[in-house]
């Protein structure tokens, strides 16, 4: 009996074959605002920033379902972000539904690619201005349902084909908590002697004595005397040298080659008066 009465509840209610869509868009002074709503219910889209900048939804009328859930800041990265703005839109076939949503600030920020991405979906937006809404129902390859600029936005376009609600997004992973001072990891610091420079020596006050001269040396240099007979006798002195021995008398080699003489002369004298 209760099944019965569930197939003729669900035989009797109406099938739905359309979906209201409905954006909200405000500046910064203006609400602060993107949100999406499929049949009266939030669509929930999460991004950096709080959303800031360009908020877009695509829709797939084939399979009926939400297919992306994107935030551009082009607001902070104008070049990164409408690189991927354009390249997201350009890469959807003919068909696919974008709903689009600006918070806060963004739209002064497009380029040339974001904006002509943007007219494939049936926008006629040349731009816009600082922390100003905007807000589009469109279509990739037609005409768009319905687009709004200014202050804050609301408009409402009816898709021709029913939209499942797509499921809330997982929850973002928190940060973790503050590691206890205790067991924080201890940095090492080096001692103090390895972080200051040692403070120059004074110079030094007491008095530094002359170089020391070489000390002079003290030679024996010969003399010779040579008596009336013709004997040779010599006898030797100390006297201070100064580094050239030849200017203080005669060595000791010349003295021998001296006596050498000397004695060859008077043998000879002796054997001619023999």
């Not at 590691?179 to 080096?190: G, K, N, T, Y």
Request: hydrophobic share 35%; aromatic share 6%; glycine share 8%.
């Amino acid at each position: 009996m209760q099944l019965k009465c569930r197939l003729e509840n669900k035989l009797s209610q109406p099938e739905v074959t359309s979906t209201a869509a409905r954006v909200v868009s405000a500046g910064w002074g203006d609400g602060n605002i993107a949100d999406f709503f499929l049949n009266g219910r939030k669509i929930d889209i999460r991004g950096e920033a709080g959303r800031r900048g360009l908020n877009v939804v695509t829709i797939d009328p084939d399979t009926q379902q939400v297919m992306s859930r994107k935030t551009y800041d082009v607001w902070a990265d104008p070049q990164t972000e409408n690189t991927r703005l354009a390249a997201d839109i350009n890469s959807l076939p003919d068909g696919r539904v974008i709903l689009v949503a600006c918070k806060d600030s963004g739209m002064e920020n497009l380029d040339a690619r974001a904006i002509s991405a943007l007219w494939s979906a049936g926008a006629s937006v040349p731009g816009g201005k600082e922390r100003e809404g905007y807000a589009l129902i469109g279509i990739k390859g037609s005409e768009a349902l319905a687009e709004q600029q200014g202050g804050r936005v609301e408009i409402e376009g009816q898709l021709p084909f029913f939209v499942r609600h797509p499921p809330p997004l997982p929850p973002s992973s928190p940060s973790p908590p503050p590691m206890p001072a205790a067991a924080q990891p201890r940095q090492f610091s080096p001692p103090t002697w390895a972080k200051e420079p040692a403070a120059p020596k004074p110079p030094s006050t007491f008095p530094t004595a002359p170089p020391t001269a070489e000390p002079a040396q003290k030679v024996r240099v010969p003399k010779l005397q040579v008596d009336p007979q013709g004997g040779v006798t010599y006898q030797d002195e100390m006297v201070e040298r100064d580094g050239k021995p030849e200017e203080q008398g005669q060595s000791w080699q010349e003295v021998v080659l001296m006596l050498d003489k000397l004695q060859a002369k008077i043998k000879a004298k002796r054997l001619a008066g023999a």
